[in-house]
């Protein structure tokens, strides 16, 4: 009797990885010249959000590109990041928030699936909350699974976990 084979589709952002990330664009910050004056600060709120805030919009997009910057150098996907729009602030300056994306929303989790039902391979795809879960009877199919979603641009920072093989 066959056994099946499985792995979960995740996308995941290192909260550690962020605060790092934060750390060194603020010590950036404090360092330039041209943002010295600037009022600029990065804050992590709780565990999904960050806050940036600046005296105008240029120097909070200056703020943003270091901290997108730092994200990346420490594998941060800024697939993970929804950027919301800058908005005034208290005392003439503006802030930004970027909420930091765990799981997979379920409109990219559906095109996942349809992509793998499209692809004819012989795998099993379902939604199971913020991850989604692919079952085959062949390994080589799974392998061949994950290939085909790491080179389609999803839009998601994917991540393959879990790889069952009974």
Known sequence: MASDSSFDVVSK??????????????KEITSRFDLKDSKSK???EGTEVI????????KLTA??????QKLVKRGVSLKNLEFEKIEPA???SVRQKIKLVQGIPSD?????VAAIKDSKKKAQASIQGDTVRVVSKDKDT?????SMLRAKDIGVDLQFTNFRSN
């Open 90 to 92: 208290a005392g003439q």
């Open 108 to 112: 990219k989790a559906k095109i996942i």
């Open 142 to 146: 799974l392998q061949d699974i994950m």
């Open 13 to 26: 952002v290192e909260l550690q990885e962020v605060k790092n990330a934060i750390d060194q664009a603020v």
């Open 63 to 68: 703020v943003k590109e270091i901290l997108s």
């Open 42 to 44: 990065i804050e992590l």
């Open 51 to 58: 806050q940036l805030a600046s005296s105008d919009e240029y």
